[in-house]
């Protein structure tokens, strides 16, 4: 008895010390952008329109930075969701064979490529083919570094979204095929509408994850934080602030303004969970 409480206590020890780690963590981030948003304002930063942290007159509007995030993460979204989902869709549904054990070989591959390797690859032959494809320019834009970030959440998404639609209860294929339902009919009117929470919770953490992407959109997306546009340069929250990092002196507005960065990427990443959290536990009820 003796041990098994001992035990108990110690796991609940490491979980109140997770939770408080956790806690630190913007704890940190707002003990080092809090001169920075005394100093500039919180409507300032919130709703500027430029951020031009080196010019003579500094700008610190986070919005320029805040749309290249969402730009590049609904691009891959838009990509990963229907591809993803598709396939999962036959990962689960569809029969025995060969093919879907390599596929389930080909993603677990896929999901282990570090985010570097596919940024390098992002940035020698995705960017200048859609460079050459649309007569752009420059092919380090939005849309060239949303669809490296597809391929960077594309394959962790299909095999979360294949266990959740595996955990559908059989009975219900049954049910739909014996009111004489295609197995194709089966998958999408009966499997599909039944994962449905499940799938919207893999996609948000999907989309937390493509968010928080650092490297891919660091050498792909171009760094351009004025005008944010799908087929001009953009700078992420996330490549700003590994991008300045370095060059932002210690101590300065400049480098407090990335703490205060990191401050809103942190609330993304939050709200994206929460939801996540949210139709998971609607799934568990359901």
């Known amino acids: ?13 490491c979980g109140w010390l997770g939770a408080f780690l956790l806690l630190l963590v913007p ?6 952008s809090a001169g920075f948003l005394r100093a500039v304002g919180l409507r300032e930063f919130l709703l500027g329109t430029a951020w031009a942290p080196r010019a003579p007159v500094a700008r610190f509007g986070v919005l320029p930075l805040l749309a290249g995030t969402l730009l590049t ?8 969701l229907p591809v993803g989902t598709l396939a999962a869709l036959y990962l689960s549904e ?7 054990g390599a596929g389930h070989v080909a993603l677990r591959t ?3 490529l570090p985010p570097v390797v596919i940024g390098l690859m992002g940035r020698t032959y995705v960017a200048p083919a859609l460079a050459a494809f649309l ?16 391929a960077v959440v594309l394959p962790t998404y299909t095999l979360l979204a294949a266990g959740v639609l595996r955990e559908v209860p059989q009975a219900l294929r049954e049910a739909a095929a014996s009111l004489g339902a295609t197995p194709w009919e089966v998958a999408v009117r009966a499997v599909l509408p039944a994962g449905a929470p499940g799938l919207r919770a893999v996609a948000a ?14 050498m792909v997306a171009g760094s351009r934080p004025d005008a944010p546009g799908l087929l001009r340069g953009v700078e992420p929250l996330s490549a700003a602030i590994a991008w300045e990092m370095g060059e932002a002196p210690a101590g300065s507005l400049h480098r407090q303004s990335l703490f205060a960065l990191g401050l809103v990427l942190l609330a993304i990443g939050l709200l994206l969970h929460a939801a996540a959290g949210r139709w998971w536990l609607r799934r568990e009820g359901a």
């Open 27 to 32: 704890a940190y981030l707002l003990s080092e």
């Open 135 to 150: 007569g752009l320019p420059d092919g380090h834009t939005a849309l060239a570094a949303g669809l490296c970030l597809a």
């Open 1 to 13: 008895m003796r041990a098994e409480r001992a035990a108990e206590l110690a796991v609940r020890a």
């Open 73 to 80: 993460t609904g691009v891959a979204m838009a990509v990963a």
């Open 110 to 112: 896929a999901a282990a």
């Open 94 to 100: 569809g029969p025995p064979g060969p093919l879907k």
């Open 205 to 218: 953490l999907a989309a937390a994850r493509a968010a928080g992407e650092t490297m891919v959109v660091l």
